[in-house]
């Protein structure tokens, strides 16, 4: 099976690890019961936020937009949880994922319904090569959060990896449509359509 050229896969890597989030999950019992009304204004806040996206022109207040997104996604309101997350986010940024994955595990058990704790899972899996298991838990973030256009981002990468570039192309295409302002629009979605034959969109 054929995989994405070299350069264009470790840059690819490199932006889906940059992005990939710095998020915690949710506490026990004391910390679900403030959860609901924590969990609504959180939903509020990315609504108007998305809307904001789909608004603007400007190149620099998209990306200040998109840095409150990941803001947003990232935060858990559980200190204990959020440093956890930190740990094995730098974990795995330093390539230690015999430490980062069990912290991700823990973390998305603690925290089932938190779409960023998924979506840094679905990281260290691809890193670590476990491809179907990243694509499994990039579902589980779609589910929670369809506008999560980093794991969109992160199939693409994947499928692109695979040698399935028109699954590829279309996962970009999905994230696209929900980030004007996805860096790979500039360049690899381009050569994703060239490559399938593809007019731009």
């Known amino acids: ?13 490199a932006l889906f690890v940059l992005v990939a989030g710095l998020a915690a999950a949710l506490p026990a019992d004391p910390g679900r019961a403030q959860a609901q ?14 809307s904001r996206l789909k608004s603007i022109q400007d190149e620099g207040e998209g990306d200040a937009l998109v840095a409150e997104i990941w803001g947003e996604w990232g935060r858990s309101g559980t200190p204990e949880l959020d440093d956890k997350m930190q740990q094995a986010s730098t974990a ?10 069990p912290a991700f595990t823990y973390l998305v058990q603690a925290a089932p319904n938190w779409a960023e704790a998924w979506n840094k899972r679905a990281t260290a899996l691809y890193l670590a090569g476990q491809l179907e298991l990243s694509l499994a838990d990039i579902d589980r973030v779609l589910a929670l959060e369809p506008r999560h256009f980093g794991a969109l981002a992160g199939m693409g990468l994947i ?43």
């Open 37 to 50: 009304p924590d969990a609504a204004a959180k939903a509020r806040r990315l609504d108007e936020l998305f």
């Open 92 to 101: 795995m940024s330093q390539g230690i994922l015999l430490l980062a994955l």
């Open 159 to 201: 499928y692109a990896d695979k040698g399935q570039y028109r699954e590829a192309l279309a996962a970009y295409r999905r994230a696209l449509a929900v980030n004007p302002f996805l860096k790979e629009r500039l360049q690899l979605i381009p050569a994703l359509e060239r490559m399938v034959g593809e007019k731009p969109i």
């Open 1 to 13: 099976m054929r995989s994405a050229p070299p350069a264009c896969r470790l840059a690819l890597v």
